[in-house]
C-alpha cells in the first residue's frame, strides 16, 4: 500500500464533501468558506470617472474662454451704455475708459472705443446716422469732410460724443468717444 502525503488544514477529501480542519475531518459544508477576493475594479471606475470629470472640466473652460473673448470682441464689455448703437458684425480694436480728472467738466466718466468693419464708410455712416436719432439719442452735428458725427443723449444732455469713421481700404475704422 502506498502512503498517503500528509493532510493539510483546509484539505478537501477525495469525494468533496468533507474538510481537514487540522484536528479532524468536518463537513465541507460547516467548514467557513475562504474568504473572497476583494475585486479592484472600483479603482478602475473611480480612475474613469475622474478622467471623465478632467476632460468635461477642459472642455468647459475652452468654451468659457472662447465666448468671453468672442464677447469681447464683438463689443459684450463695452464701456458704452447698453442702448447705445452696436454696429452688426464689427469686431472692438481697443477700449479704454477713463474717470475723473481727464474727463470733460460736468462729466465723470469717458468711454473711447475703436471698431474695425468689413462694411465701407458709407454705410457705417447711414447706420450711425439712422441710429442715433431714435430712441434716447440724437445726432447734433455732421460734419462729412472729416467723417464725424456729434450726438447726445435726449435724458441726459451733458452726456455727449463723437463717431469718426475712417475708410480704411475695404473696411472702416470706427471710432467713438463718449463723456458721460
Not at 35 to 63: E, N, Y
Request: charge should be neutral; include cysteine; hydrophobic fraction near 40%.
Amino acid at each position: 500500500m502506498t502512503e498517503q502525503p500528509p493532510v493539510q488544514p483546509g484539505q478537501l477529501s477525495s469525494d468533496g464533501m468533507w474538510r481537514w480542519d487540522g484536528v479532524r475531518w468536518v463537513p465541507a459544508a460547516a467548514y467557513p468558506p475562504s474568504a473572497p477576493r476583494r475585486s479592484h475594479t472600483w479603482i478602475w471606475w473611480v480612475a474613469g470617472g475622474c478622467a471623465v470629470l478632467l476632460v468635461l472640466g477642459l472642455v468647459g473652460v475652452g468654451v468659457g474662454v472662447y465666448n468671453l473673448v468672442n464677447s469681447f470682441q464683438h463689443g459684450g464689455f463695452a464701456c458704452l451704455p447698453s442702448d447705445f448703437p452696436n454696429y452688426p458684425g464689427a469686431t472692438v480694436i481697443t477700449e479704454n475708459t477713463s474717470v475723473g480728472t481727464a474727463v470733460a467738466p460736468g462729466d465723470s466718466k469717458r468711454c473711447s472705443m475703436v471698431l474695425k468693419s468689413t462694411d465701407d464708410p458709407a454705410t457705417v455712416t447711414a447706420f450711425y446716422q439712422d441710429k442715433l436719432n431714435g430712441g434716447d439719442w440724437k445726432v447734433t452735428a455732421y460734419i462729412a469732410s472729416i467723417g464725424q458725427i456729434q450726438f447726445q443723449r435726449v435724458s441726459r444732455q451733458q452726456s455727449v460724443g463723437v463717431v469718426e469713421l475712417l475708410g480704411r481700404g475695404q473696411q472702416t475704422e470706427i471710432h467713438i468717444q463718449l463723456d458721460s
